[in-house]
């Protein structure tokens, strides 16, 4: 099967063709990094404008890059949800008009069903089902039990913040430099591993002094509200507002942030892995926050701490852990190869939809 993805529930247009081989031919992916930063963060009109103009070039060039016409095609994949509903539109709109003129099926897919099956698409060997996803982005933070191509059971989200929006604000607050390209997540990586200067090389912060919003022992719930260190900052540096703090000072508050919003990861994982019923076959970690060597340090300590057999974790390459077609081509593919024919052209975009609800207004009809 060869298939083309379209994505777009958030601010990126994202269009791929994926071959049930396993082969990328292609995934394009158009950020609007300019536009959110003129408007400072997402703004789901502008976003939607700027899918309604750089969708269609984006689909053609996925094809050309892939060197596939749409008669080479045989079914369309598409982000029905969740995300942004202007956004979902455009995609949405533009793979079932595409799908219906060159007659091949429309298949809708659930954004985190495809994050959470990525590797069965990167890895020489995947993980056998079930297996665990972390998803821990700018938008999310999450622990998918996936036990079956169509079932996902959610073991941890969060209850306020997700911890790479945390880590934005921390960088922010303590002023790290950074240049627009980069982010500011690997630069906060960057001071929190910078060796410690005088006064805290002798006196270190102990992460500690972070309390957690709602870190509450035996609760299966993750929190990052309590970690802005803001207080700990203007009690430290109270000129804050003025100037930049010294350079001491942000390396200290950076790894205690750090070393404090992934102890509290890792224990609530290891709190839920230890509650499960039948092993795991590995863990997946995706997302913009899962490059951060530390934390992947402290998730290989404790997976060796959890059970007797070791846990395999398992990277997906960063460009397929953010948001691409690659991912929604696949899933379209793997539906298709287990039984689903076609799906209607009228099926509701589900801005909203749990992962533990998958598909279930698809007609018995179309399988
Ligand atoms: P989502 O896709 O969930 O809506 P997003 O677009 O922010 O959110 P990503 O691009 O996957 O998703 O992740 C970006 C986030 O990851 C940012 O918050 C960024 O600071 C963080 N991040 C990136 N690299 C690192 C790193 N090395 N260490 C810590 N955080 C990082
Ligand atoms: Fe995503």
Known sequence: LTV?????????ACAAVVTSDR???????????????????????????????????????AL??????????????????PGMFGCLSVGVNSARAIAAASGVPAVGVHHMQAHALTVLLTEESPPAFPFLTLLVSGGHSILVLAERLGSYRILLDTLDNAVGQTIDKVARLLRLPHSHAAGLGPVLERYAAAPPLPPYDAAPLEPATLPLGRER?????????????DFLVRSLYPDIDGSAPPEA???EVARVFQTGSFDHLAAKIRLVMRRLETPVNGLVVSGGVGSNLALRERLRTMLDE????????????V???????????????????AGLRREPLDLEIRKQWSLEDLYDDVPASCY
């Not at 022992?217 to 260190?229: D, K, N």
């Not at 959890?306 to 390459?317: A, E, F, S």
């Open 306 to 317: 959890v059970g007797d057999t070791p846990v395999p974790l398992y990277y997906p390459p």
């Open 249 to 251: 000072m942000q390396r």
């Open 4 to 12: 083309l993805g379209l994505e777009s529930s958030a601010d990126d």
């Open 319 to 337: 460009s397929l852990c953010t948001d691409n077609a690659a991912m929604i081509a696949w899933v379209g593919i793997l539906r298709l190869e």
């Open 217 to 229: 022992a035996g609760e299966a719930a993750l929190s990052f509200s309590g970690l802005y260190p």
């Open 64 to 81: 050309d890059t892939a060197g596939v016409r749409m008669a080479d095609v045989d079914a369309v994949a598409y982000t029905r949800g």
């Open 23 to 61: 082969r990328i031919l292609s995934s394009v992916v158009r950020k609007q990094h300019h536009i959110n930063a003129q408007f400072g963060g997402i703004q789901p009109r502008e976003a939607h404008e700027a899918h309604i103009r750089t969708m269609p070039g984006v689909i053609a060039e």
